[in-house]
Every structure is written in C-alpha cells, then in structure tokens.
C-alpha cells in the first residue's frame, strides 16, 4: 500500500523560507509522479507543483519563482522549497503520488491526477 508523510512544516516571517519533504513507501511501479497542493482555511485545494519521472518541473502561476520541486528518486522523497513566502501562502500543503509514467504536463496539477495522498502539513506566514 503507497504511503505518504510529509515533514518540513512550520511557521515563519513573511519573507522567510521552508522546506517541506515527502517520502512515499509500498511504491508498486518505479516509474511515478509526484506533487504537491495547499488548501487555506474556506478556499479549494490548490495544486501547486509537480514533479514527473523524468526530473520535468511544472507549477501553478502563483508560485512560479518562488518555489521550486525536486526530487531524490533513490530515496522515494520529493521536495518542495519555499522561499519568499507571503502571508497568502499560509494553507496546509499536502503532497500525492500518481504511480506509473505519465507524460509531463504544462499545466498546474489536479486533484484528479494523483491516487494517493498525504496527511497534509502546516505553513503559516506571519506578516
């Protein structure tokens, strides 16, 4: 069964940085997708970054140039470096999986590309 756990959460100043973490287990395909998404308090899940097999970034225009995805295959762990954060980034940042290859999109992700999901982790920005 594919497991996800983020890590990297907290608070900080506007302006500051994080980095959050996600490794996945029980991985049935070597080949996978991985991405990351927010939801602030009263608003959608947002997806926001996303990472392919081959190494190929994409990003929703509201972090472009401020965050950034990577990936460390040989440990099942994806990245998500946030810097130059705004009070407006403050949400609960979940990461999921698509497992099997998939053809890079040039688009923000969706929750209907991913099958599997984290628990979600907490960044607050203070201004």
């Known amino acids: 069964q594919v497991q996800l756990a983020e890590s990297g959460g907290g608070s900080v100043n506007s302006g500051g940085s994080l980095r959050l973490s996600c490794t996945g287990s029980?991985?049935?395909?070597?080949?996978?997708?991985m991405g990351w998404f927010r939801q602030a308090p009263g608003k959608e899940r947002e997806g926001i970054a996303a990472?392919?097999?081959?190494?190929?970034?994409t990003y929703a225009d509201s972090v472009k140039g401020r965050f950034t995805i990577s990936r460390d295959a040989t440990k099942n762990t994806v990245y998500l470096q946030l810097d130059n954060l705004k009070p407006e980034d403050t949400a609960v940042y979940t990461c999921?999986?698509?497992?099997?290859?998939?053809?890079?999109?040039?688009?923000?992700?969706?929750?209907?590309?991913?099958?599997?999901w984290g628990q979600g982790i907490q960044v607050t920005v203070s201004s």
């Open positions: 999921a999986t698509r497992q099997g290859y998939s053809t890079p999109w040039r688009r923000a992700p969706r929750i209907t590309d991913f099958d599997y």
């Open positions: 990472i392919f097999s081959d190494g190929t970034p």
């Open positions: 029980g991985y049935t395909y070597s080949a996978f997708t």
